[in-house]
Structures are given as structure tokens and as C-alpha cells.
């Protein structure tokens, strides 16, 4: 019988304060991207998984 076995990595959350950070020091050519592009971006950037909501929040 075969066993599958998962890892698990737990992933340290940016804090908001980080996230605004990241957010003044992007290049100027994402000030037209919108909160769902911007998750992505941070996703492939830095590898921090943000909440569009969460996104939303700190954009506002």
C-alpha cells in the first residue's frame, strides 16, 4: 500500500507595514495595476500569498 505524504511549510505572513513598503519601492510601471494584478506580482516577486481582500485594505 502506497503512502502519499505531504509536507508542510509554514510561511511567515508580510505585515502590512511590509506590504506598504514593497508598495512604494515598485517600479513606477505597476501604478496602474489593480489589487488582483498586484497579489500576483507579490506572489511571483516575493512569494508572499496576500489576500485580495487584505490587498484591498491596505491600497485603500
Not at 509554514?10 to 508598495?23: F, G, K, M, V
Not at 489593480?34 to 511571483?44: D, E, I, K, S, V
Request: glycine fraction near 4%.
Amino acid at each position: 500500500m502506497s503512502c502519499i505524504i505531504d509536507t508542510y511549510t509554514s510561511s511567515q505572513q508580510p505585515t502590512d507595514q511590509e506590504i506598504r513598503n514593497a508598495l512604494r519601492n515598485l517600479d513606477h510601471r505597476y501604478y496602474l495595476y489593480g489589487y488582483r494584478r498586484l497579489c500576483a506580482l507579490f506572489r511571483q516577486q516575493f512569494g508572499w500569498v496576500i489576500n485580495h481582500k487584505r490587498m484591498r485594505r491596505i491600497l485603500a
